[in-house]
């Protein structure tokens, strides 16, 4: 069974600062991981993925993640949050795993980035 | 065009009523989804259809009725909902050709459900 653990349902960053969201995952198979962002109403949007390539993932509006096997994380990074990155951020999982749940995403409960000017 | 659209934005509804969402998707894609999200909580997936046919379906209550009509529309009839149905319903959709997993799931804007 797969799992996702995002640590800090709520951070709160200076405009300018370093964003880090953290993300741990579960998977007894190779896992592809991935990174939403939801606006409030809004719908979500794929930021990036991991699926077995290169373990730093670059994404859109400047983020990136780092896959690191030995540690189970795929960590989100900005080097300088904006006020337009606060919104709530979804780590999910999936894989190939047999069973009933191959191929769904098993997402985390969020993380509310909040951006102070 | 990677957009899937959701209709309508907003909807309220008695529990004695029937009502539908629909979602659609130009994108060719082969795999559609429902999701149901609370407020403050991640999705929770709801039904998959694969190559129009139901795939998955997450122990939903008989009340929701999910239809794929083609490859591009998705329907969630509703029927004798509950106040504690009241979410947001978000439809996604993804390419579905190459194994689910690695894909990336399209979501739409969502339908904003109130039950009273």
């Known amino acids: 069974a797969q799992s996702v653990t995002q640590l800090g349902s709520h951070v709160s960053v200076s405009e300018g600062a370093l964003v880090l969201l953290r993300c741990n995952y579960s998977?007894?198979?190779?896992?592809?991981l991935f990174w939403y962002v939801q606006y409030p109403n809004q719908g979500l949007q794929l930021l990036l993925k991991?699926?077995?390539?290169?373990?730093l993932v670059k994404g859109i509006n400047g983020f990136e993640a780092e896959f690191k096997k030995s540690e189970t994380s795929f960590h989100l990074t900005k080097p300088s949050a904006h006020m337009s990155d606060a919104a709530e951020y979804f780590c999910?999982?999936?894989?190939?795993?047999?069973?009933?749940?191959?191929?769904?995403?098993?997402f985390g409960k969020g993380t509310k980035l909040s951006v102070k000017p | 065009d990677t957009e899937v659209t959701q209709t309508p934005k907003h909807l309220v509804m008695g529990m004695t009523n029937k009502k539908s969402l629909k979602c659609e998707q130009h994108?060719?894609?082969?795999?559609m989804y429902w999701y149901k999200q609370k407020a403050k909580k991640p999705p929770e997936l709801m039904f998959v259809?694969?190559?129009?046919?139901?795939?998955i379906n997450e122990s939903v209550p008989s009340r929701f009725s999910p239809e794929c009509p083609n490859s591009s529309l998705l329907n969630l009839h509703l029927h004798a909902l509950q106040p504690e149905d009241s979410a947001l319903y978000l439809c996604?959709?993804?390419?579905?050709?190459?194994?689910?997993?690695?894909?990336?799931?399209?979501f739409g804007p969502g339908t904003r459900l109130l039950v009273l």
């Open positions: 999910a999982v999936s894989s190939d795993e047999d069973g009933g749940s191959q191929g769904n995403l098993i």
């Open positions: 998977s007894s198979v190779p896992p592809y």
């Open positions: 994108m060719g894609h082969r795999a």
């Open positions: 259809y694969s190559y129009e046919k139901l795939s």
């Open positions: 991991y699926t077995s390539a290169a373990t």
């Open positions: 996604a959709s993804s390419q579905g050709t190459s194994g689910r997993a690695r894909e990336t799931q399209y």
